[in-house]
């Protein structure tokens, strides 16, 4: 008699990636070898590029151009197309016009799965060419070389890639593993100093989690590191890459299927306040102000020594990063981003809080009236030490 067939099978299983960061000084001039190294053509000859650029890097500089130039000069790579500029910032995601034309741009040209696109900007333009990239043929390997210091010091290494949609951040998008980063440090010498020091937010937001050395190594080089001192600079950023790329490669949740999501520490006011200030408010900036009323409010509710929460406002304020909006005010505005925060989740609300320095909870309530004295307690700090605008 044969045995019952049963109409219950779970096979739990892994798939296998590799992260691949490399750091450059120029990638333009002396280490554009190290790019060429990743791009391999395996059994079908020469590997196949579609190269974009983000406009505001290639008017800036010739870089760009002379990474093309180079590409076009090496008998191993066929670069389709001249270089591909397209605008961006958070415009490029709040429509889907760019990722539109970057997917007919990879059918027009034939690309399949083992071609290459290689983006160069922001996080936001590599957030929307990503997007493209991971939805054309199921995946076309994406080769980053991320232009600010956000960018490099966080979401150039992260898996994720979006676009804006209903008005709320990042609400269409997918989880693709890059094929390479490409960190060099030549492409953020035409960076605006706004941007520059608004993207070492995410230093601090990692490093708070993660490392409390590597904060008060922050805390103790803020200034020097907001004047651009090349090799502080250099090392903040690279940390900061690393502790985020770690957590995705070790933290055993790549693809965030769990509730917790310690990365997205200050987040769910950030996203709340880029919206809110119709994007005036840049990313970096929005994540310092949110980490800072998460600091302030892990103070006041989980035992994170005053001190310390007072420290990492001051350590942000060093980095040159204003702490304070009028979008804030009403303070019960911002507090709807709590329940979109939820929604993004896809659960239960889960926000990661501090109870020191390298030490986090995770929580699923928040005191509507402590959270409030936060906020208000960073509107008396930030106003007091208010940074000219750029």
């Given at each position: 008699m044969l045995n019952r067939l049963s109409n219950t099978t779970d096979i739990p299983f892994t798939a296998s990636f590799v992260h691949r960061l490399r750091v450059t000084d120029d990638v333009a001039g002396d280490d554009f070898s190290v790019l060429v190294d990743l791009l391999d053509g395996g059994d079908n000859g020469g590997a196949r590029v579609l190269m974009i650029a983000e406009r505001s890097v290639a008017e800036s500089s010739d870089r760009v151009a002379r990474i093309e130039s180079q590409?076009?000069?090496?008998?191993?790579?066929?670069?389709?197309?001249?270089?591909?500029?397209?605008?961006?910032?958070?415009?490029?995601?709040?429509?889907?016009?760019?990722?539109?034309?970057?997917?007919?741009?990879?059918?027009?040209?034939?690309?399949?799965?083992?071609?290459?696109?290689?983006?160069?900007?922001?996080?936001?333009?590599?957030?929307?060419?990503?997007?493209?990239?991971?939805?054309?043929?199921?995946?076309?390997?994406?080769?980053?070389?991320?232009?600010?210091?956000?960018?490099?010091?966080?979401?150039?290494?992260?898996?994720?890639?979006?676009?804006?949609?209903?008005?709320?951040?990042?609400?269409?998008?997918?989880?693709?593993?890059?094929?390479?980063?490409?960190?060099?440090?030549?492409?953020?010498?035409?960076?605006?100093?706004?941007?520059?020091?608004?993207?070492?937010?995410?230093?601090?937001?990692?490093?708070?989690?993660?490392?409390?050395?590597?904060?008060?190594?922050?805390?103790?080089?803020?200034?020097?590191?907001?004047?651009?001192?090349?090799?502080?600079?250099?090392?903040?950023?690279?940390?900061?890459?690393?502790?985020?790329?770690?957590?995705?490669?070790?933290?055993?949740?790549?693809?965030?299927?769990?509730?917790?999501?310690?990365?997205?520490?200050?987040?769910?006011?950030?996203?709340?306040?880029?919206?809110?200030?119709?994007?005036?408010?840049?990313?970096?900036?929005?994540?310092?102000?949110g980490v800072a009323i998460d600091c302030l409010y892990s103070s006041l509710k989980f035992g994170l020594p005053r001190p310390d929460a007072e420290m990492a406002v001051q350590c942000l304020h060093d980095l040159g990063i204003q702490l304070w909006h009028p979008c804030l005010e009403p303070v019960d505005r911002l507090m709807q981003g709590l329940e979109e925060f939820r929604q993004h989740l896809g659960g239960r609300l889960t926000i990661t809080m501090l109870r020191g320095i390298g030490d986090s909870i995770n929580v699923h309530e928040i005191d509507p009236l402590a959270m409030k004295t936060a906020i208000e307690t960073l509107s008396k700090i930030a106003k007091n030490k208010a940074i000219p605008a750029n």
């Open positions: 590409l076009r000069g090496e008998a191993s790579i066929e670069l389709t197309s001249p270089t591909i500029i397209v605008d961006g910032g958070e415009p490029i995601k709040n429509t889907q016009t760019a990722v539109e034309e970057i997917l007919g741009l990879i059918h027009d040209l034939n690309l399949d799965r083992r071609s290459y696109v290689i983006a160069i900007g922001g996080g936001a333009m590599l957030d929307a060419v990503g997007y493209a990239a991971a939805i054309a043929h199921r995946g076309i390997r994406l080769v980053r070389l991320p232009t600010t210091t956000l960018a490099q010091a966080d979401s150039g290494v992260g898996v994720k890639n979006a676009i804006n949609y209903f008005d709320k951040k990042n609400w269409i998008g997918t989880f693709a593993v890059p094929w390479a980063v490409v960190n060099d440090s030549a492409l953020l010498e035409t960076l605006p100093d706004r941007e520059f020091c608004s993207g070492l937010s995410e230093a601090v937001k990692v490093s708070l989690l993660k490392d409390a050395d590597e904060f008060h190594w922050l805390a103790e080089h803020a200034s020097q590191i907001s004047a651009r001192d090349p090799e502080l600079s250099r090392r903040a950023i690279h940390r900061s890459c690393v502790l985020h790329m770690r957590h995705i490669t070790e933290g055993g949740d790549p693809f965030e299927m769990l509730e917790a999501r310690p990365l997205d520490f200050g987040h769910w006011s950030a996203h709340k306040l880029e919206t809110l200030s119709r994007y005036q408010i840049r990313h970096g900036e929005a994540v310092a102000i």
